[in-house]
């Protein structure tokens, strides 16, 4: 593989600091404990603190360094040619709510961060969907129509600030881009200063409903609350069966410099192409962050050039139609879209009464994630919005059931498939220095990373949520579920649920216990 282009780390991580909190011990009690500190969780949080309830915001790794911290930040009602789907499945009134919905999550954002005073560089510019291919303009048009028609300012137009020609584009006015980090730690921490908690570095690991609920973290710490909201972005209890109505997938992302001139003034984003996404940030002087989007895969299917040719092809892309760029950085974002295209928010389940999860936000977390905050907000205070059946998880609509197939079938073929098919390498000492593979040792498929000084790092290659047959990214150097998106480290650890459990270690032949065994 060849060297990739830029330092591996999100602009957003690495410009957007916070304080440290600390992890939970011994047994504490709360009105709600929010479990996972994204944007969504980060957002419950603060509303209900703000609403006067005692809340604990547990968060696995770092505040608003997970999904969150990798995002691109696009904070806007315009979720790509969604309208006239919705118009089609939900009805025109359908279609109209979840854009309000919306719409007041953007703004709400701005008008929170005047209210606390956070610099979160929020910038108001128009966002466009369209399209290269004269093929796609009656789209287009129909999609301009159906949003419009939901209540957004929008307009069909040929013209755009992008320095390259397209048939089209849908125009939607008054959206937003900001700097997601700085604007969550700023609500994180006006929620300690109204008396909120916040614990990092803490895994919660089991969820008991009753009255109250009951939360154990992998330290053995508990957390007792009179409602929980799951905010895991992919919910780690498996109680309400969302893993088998979302369909997780990961899109790439690479960050250059630009002369501020070159600023396309505005957000954009295509379908074609497998995806590209472009917006832009501050970044000092007359220079300006062009940051784009794009190569959509599913975890643990990079394609036969891996992922990180995936980065090369969206990198090529960025310089060859902005090539005054200098590319600085790149990560990834990963999301979960269910499978009608609406997200989960509301009661876990048809059973429960105090448990809530938000989920499913289809690469739109941003706004999702403010609206799931307020909607949640709403329902544990008592009070009423007008779009909750909209979001409402215990939902089931019957032109849901095609998606719903398809996306279990994969899952089935993955499950099923990837145990009949030959192990990745026949030996580990094929496996070069930096790459990893599944290897048949002793009878069981192990995954093994060789590190770039030759040391071996063997764990099961079975996934600890379902059993599902990781395999490996060669980019980011990690392991990847290709069922429902768990991603591990190369020593095991969970990076992102839906599991909790690390990849149990493995020993190889001719070598002693590793460094996983003996520290267990």
Excluded at 21 to 47: K, Q, S
Excluded at 346 to 352: I, M, Q, T, V
Aim: glycine letters at 12%.
């Amino acid at each position: 593989m060849t060297e990739l282009p830029g330092t591996y780390e999100s602009y957003w991580m690495e410009t957007g600091t916070g304080p440290a909190y600390p992890a939970l011990e011994g047994e504490t009690e709360v009105d709600v404990a929010v479990v996972g500190a994204g944007v969504a969780g980060i957002c419950a949080a603060w509303e209900l603190a703000r609403a006067g309830r005692r809340v604990a915001l547990v968060e696995a790794d770092r505040v608003a360094a997970g999904v969150t911290g990798y995002t691109t930040a696009k904070l806007s009602a315009q979720h790509g040619p969604l309208y006239a789907k919705l118009r089609g499945s939900l009805g025109a009134e359908g279609a109209r709510r979840y854009a309000r919905s919306q719409q007041e999550a953007v703004d709400h954002v701005g008008r929170v961060a005047a209210e606390l005073g956070i610099d979160c560089e929020l910038e108001r510019v128009p966002a466009h969907v369209y399209a290269e291919s004269a093929d796609a303009v009656d789209r287009l048009k129909e999609e301009a129509d159906a949003a419009r028609e939901a209540g957004l300012a929008a307009s069909f137009v040929r013209e755009t600030g992008l320095p390259f020609p397209v048939a089209g584009a849908v125009r939607v006015e008054d959206q937003a881009q900001f700097h997601p980090r700085k604007y969550l730690l700023g609500l994180v921490a006006d929620l300690v200063a109204r008396g909120g908690a916040v614990y990092e570095r803490t895994r919660i690991v089991s969820l008991h409903e009753g009255e109250p609920c009951r939360l154990t973290a992998e330290n053995g710490a508990v957390v007792v609350a009179r409602d929980v909201v799951v905010a895991t972005h992919y919910p780690v209890f498996d109680r309400a069966l969302l893993f088998s109505r979302l369909e997780p997938h990961r899109e790439l992302v690479v960050a250059a410099v630009l002369p501020a001139a070159r600023d396309p003034r505005g957000m954009y984003l295509t379908p074609e192409r497998n995806t590209r996404s472009v917006r832009t940030a501050p970044y000092g002087g007359d220079e300006r962050l062009l940051i784009v989007t794009g190569e959509k895969f599913r975890p643990g299917e990079g394609g036969p050039g891996g992922v990180g040719e995936r980065y090369e092809r969206l990198a090529a892309w960025t310089l060859e139609h902005f090539p005054d760029a200098r590319i600085t950085h790149r990560w990834a974002a990963q999301d979960n879209a269910s499978t009608d295209g609406v997200p989960f928010v509301g009661r876990f389940h048809p059973g429960s009464r105090h448990v809530y999860v938000a989920t499913g936000f289809g690469g739109w977390g941003m706004s999702n994630g403010v609206m799931a905050g307020r909607l949640l907000g709403d329902l544990i205070t008592g009070g009423e919005s007008p779009w909750a059946s909209l979001y409402d998880p215990r939902r089931l609509h019957a032109h849901e059931v095609p998606s719903l197939l398809k996306a279990q079938g994969a899952v089935l073929k993955h499950f099923a498939g990837d145990r009949l098919r030959p192990s990745h390498a026949d030996d580990v000492a094929e496996i070069a220095p930096g790459t990893g593979a599944l290897v048949r040792v002793g009878g069981r498929r192990c995954a093994v990373y060789r590190d770039e000084d030759g040391g071996t790092h063997a764990v099961s290659a079975r996934c600890t949520h379902l059993g599902c047959l990781v395999r490996f990214n060669d980019a980011e150097r990690a392991w990847e579920c290709p069922c429902h998106g768990s991603r591990f480290a190369v020593d095991g650890s969970v990076l992102q649920g839906p599991a909790v459990h690390p990849l149990e270690p493995r020993t190889l032949p001719d070598e002693g216990p590793s460094d996983q065994e003996r520290s267990v």
